[in-house]
């Protein structure tokens, strides 16, 4: 990468897109602090402060210890980008989603799954958020055992992620290469994509009507700038304000005590508001009582305050659900958290209409009716977790 980037100082480039030491290398861009040492008596030298840079790149150095469990994994440089070409903000997320569906030790198979993904997408520029829809049928492919040909054979028939089908719609605008048509008339069935510019497609907004209504639906959040990220982002932006609501602002604890915990007689500070600082100490926690309760005791400025908490890994027993075993049951395509239920027992629906979500770090996938009939049996709920194949909807085939 360095060497790339001293070639193009010398062929005139304007600006260079670097990292802190500390941060550089890997899935992230070369490194700013040896870039400036190489060029420092070279005519086109920055003439960035180093040292500066070193004293910052040691800061991020320890902060980064916080934030190990987000690590991409990779140890070292490696070739294979050249075969799959994730790109590398995406592979530091690729390894936690994959994570998330179970797909840890199958990291290689979702690796190669991407290559061919890319190729049924047409060969995609990876940028966020096209990198996105190659990531998430990658996923899907792997979560399914799914072949490259059995993507194309069974298009019409596989609940594809939402990524993917809003790609095919033409959500993300047109790809230079156009779309792969075949697979595209197949994934959308009667659905009209979109042609030209999406958002020449969108609905208009009162943005000043709508910020008064997210005034009064959000007052925790009531600013302008707040209303934009609700625009944009809806669904993250909502559960947003839940943890806020619940939690309160947690921005100020401590980073260790926020994602590692507090041990007892560990002393930190938060700040609560502007020049006001909480001091809390964790004392002791009970044993847990007979339904799985505990109470941990903190003294919060000197005065003993206790919270009773359930213990989650007391008889925790992983819960099962039965799995579609019939033509006429629908399940999930995937592991994840059911996130929506469209439809309750004594529906009528029609083939094609939407049934349920599953959700799993940051890909979604809405399954639809495979036909059309009546609702018989809902036996999981909203918002628990399912494997795949487990079963969320019965039907009645009733055409």
């Known amino acids: 990468q360095s060497a790339t980037y001293m070639a193009a100082v010398e062929a005139g480039v304007d600006v260079l897109d670097c990292a802190l030491a500390a941060m550089s290398g890997l899935t992230s861009q070369p490194n700013l602090n040896a870039l400036v040492a190489a060029l420092t008596h070279h005519e086109r030298s920055p003439g960035l402060d180093l040292p500066s ?8 150095e320890a902060i980064r210890d916080s934030y190990y469990s987000f690590e991409s994994g990779l140890m070292a440089g490696t070739a294979e980008v050249y075969e799959h070409e994730i790109p590398g903000g995406q592979y530091s997320n690729l390894q936690p989603q994959a994570r998330a569906l179970g797909l840890e030790n199958d990291f290689d198979r979702v690796k190669k799954n991407y290559i061919a993904a890319n190729r049924i997408l047409g060969g995609l520029i990876k940028v966020t958020p096209s990198s996105k829809v190659v990531g998430d049928l990658a996923l899907f492919m792997t979560s399914n055992s799914l072949t490259e040909a059995d993507v194309y054979e069974r298009a019409d028939t596989l609940a594809f992620p939402s990524s993917v089908k809003g790609f095919l719609r ?230």
Request: net charge negative.
């Open 53 to 60: 840079l070193n004293e910052f790149s040691n800061y991020w």
């Open 170 to 399: 033409g959500d993300l605008g047109q790809p230079p290469k156009g779309f792969p048509i075949q697979f595209q008339k197949s994934v959308l069935k009667e659905e009209v994509p979109i042609s030209g510019r999406p958002n020449d497609h969108l609905t208009p907004c009162d943005l000043e009507e709508e910020f008064l209504v997210h005034q009064e639906r959000f007052p925790l959040k009531p600013r302008f700038v707040d209303y934009l990220s609700s625009k944009l982002y809806p669904k993250v932006f909502e559960e947003f304000v839940a943890h806020l609501s619940q939690f309160g602002d947690v921005s100020s604890i401590p980073t260790p005590a926020f994602f590692f915990g507090m041990t007892p007689g560990q002393e930190v500070r938060v700040e609560i508001s502007q020049g006001k600082k909480l001091i809390v100490e964790f004392e002791y926690v009970t044993e847990p009582d007979g339904d799985g309760m505990r109470m941990a005791y903190f003294r919060l400025n000197g005065e003993t305050r206790g919270v009773q908490v359930f213990d989650e890994t007391l008889g925790v027993t992983r819960r099962t659900h039965r799995k579609v075993t019939s033509a006429n049951e629908v399940g999930a395509p995937l592991q994840g958290k059911l996130s929506s239920l469209y439809v309750k027992v004594g529906d009528h629906v029609q083939k094609g209409d939407p049934l349920f979500v599953i959700e799993a770090m940051k890909m979604e996938t809405s399954v639809d009716a495979p036909f059309c009939g009546s609702v018989l049996e809902l036996p999981i709920t909203s918002g628990t977790l399912v494997e795949t194949n487990d079963l969320i909807v019965a039907l009645l085939s009733q055409c």
